[in-house]
């Protein structure tokens, strides 16, 4: 009798640690899932897809291991390495109080950042979740994996701020401030057109993969002597050029004044797959920043002017400094005798 209660009693504790050991093991698989922010396999990850409560949207995708904005142009390189850097980093810092929780995933749910990870192309994200705001002590961001009820707060160890930013759904943000990115040989024409001096004005045309015409936009004539080093030496000013920033402060009411005074200059590039780039570059006014560095009167800003890239409703601002090296005549080419 007393082994049958002696094996009874070791049959209850071996059901109790079974019990313990299954509830353990499901409680952590929970927290797992419900706190596995971070992707370790970076290099697995072939799209991001970011979308806020104000519709902003970016969709980045990595082809032949380079990232693009929404199929578009080239992605910032050092803002991909932040994004990619952070999901490799980030960890919860601290779970959030019951109390708080509600407060927490109403805040997410109206100002929070969606964040899609796809793997290896699959069709399906392999991780979603949302990103709030900073914690009080801005050393931590309010987080939520989809389909969790449990927000989190994570950080980065190490590293003293909120990761917001680096999540931002806003298309210039993603973007190089590119005007032209092509290598000499991928030009196929240049078209380069004075408002005020159309005996300046010229084309380039690429012949073959060696020789080049320069022809004055005036006359439609061939220019004799022509040095073909010069003229490749001015194609691979292309390859990196970029504007200052964009010009928020032109209204269309500004543009359309500046358009009925004409731009200066006009500079048409296509490609050897006939994508063509075009830039209006308009005068910019005096401003007391630029009165502050000039030495005597000017009728023009001397260091900088607005660009029209493309038709873009938006204008940029551009540097004589980048572009003078574009701003050429006909004669630059000339062959020395």
């Not at 698989?29 to 897809?49: H, Q, R, Y």
């Not at 997410?108 to 009080?136: A, H």
């Not at 359309?256 to 063509?276: C, E, H, R, W």
């Amino acid at each position: 009798m007393k082994k049958n209660k002696a094996l009874f009693g070791i049959f209850i504790l071996l059901l109790i640690a079974a019990a313990y050991f299954l509830i353990s093991k499901n409680s952590n698989t929970i927290k797992s899932e419900l706190s596995d922010f971070a992707v370790k396999d970076t290099a697995s990850i072939t799209k991001i897809f970011l979308v806020d409560k104000k519709e902003n949207q970016i969709l980045l995708e990595r082809k032949n291991g380079v990232w693009f904005v929404n199929g578009e142009v080239q992605a910032r390189p050092d803002a991909m390495s932040s994004l990619l850097k952070t999901l490799y980093q980030i960890e919860v810092r601290s779970p959030i109080g019951e109390r708080a929780q509600n407060t927490i995933i109403r805040h997410l749910g109206s100002v929070g950042i969606k964040c899609e990870i796809y793997l290896n192309d699959e069709k399906k994200p392999s991780k979603v979740y949302y990103v709030g705001g900073g914690t009080q002590d801005m050393l931590g961001t309010f987080m939520y994996i989809e389909n969790s009820t449990v927000p989190f707060a994570v950080h980065i160890p190490g590293f003293d701020g909120y990761l917001t930013p680096r999540y931002r759904p806003l298309y210039d943000s993603w973007i190089l401030p590119n005007v032209f990115s092509l290598r000499g040989p991928d030009i196929k024409r240049v078209d380069l057109t004075y408002l005020d001096g159309p005996k300046r004005s010229f084309s380039i045309v690429k012949q073959n993969e060696l020789d080049y015409a320069v022809i004055d936009k005036e006359t439609g004539t061939i220019e004799s002597n022509i040095s073909q080093n010069l003229v490749q030496a001015y194609l691979d000013q292309f390859t990196f050029v970029n504007y200052e920033a964009k010009a928020t402060a032109v209204n269309n009411s500004k543009q359309d004044s500046l358009k009925q005074v004409g731009y200066f200059a006009n500079l048409t590039v296509t490609d050897v797959n006939d994508k063509v780039r075009s830039v209006d570059m308009y005068r910019m006014e005096i401003t007391e920043r630029s009165k502050n560095l000039m030495d005597e009167e000017h009728e023009f800003d001397i260091d900088r002017f607005y660009g029209s890239i493309n038709n873009d409703p938006t204008w940029v601002v551009m540097q004589y400094y980048v572009f003078d090296k574009l701003l050429l005549e006909s004669r630059n080419f000339k062959a020395k005798l």
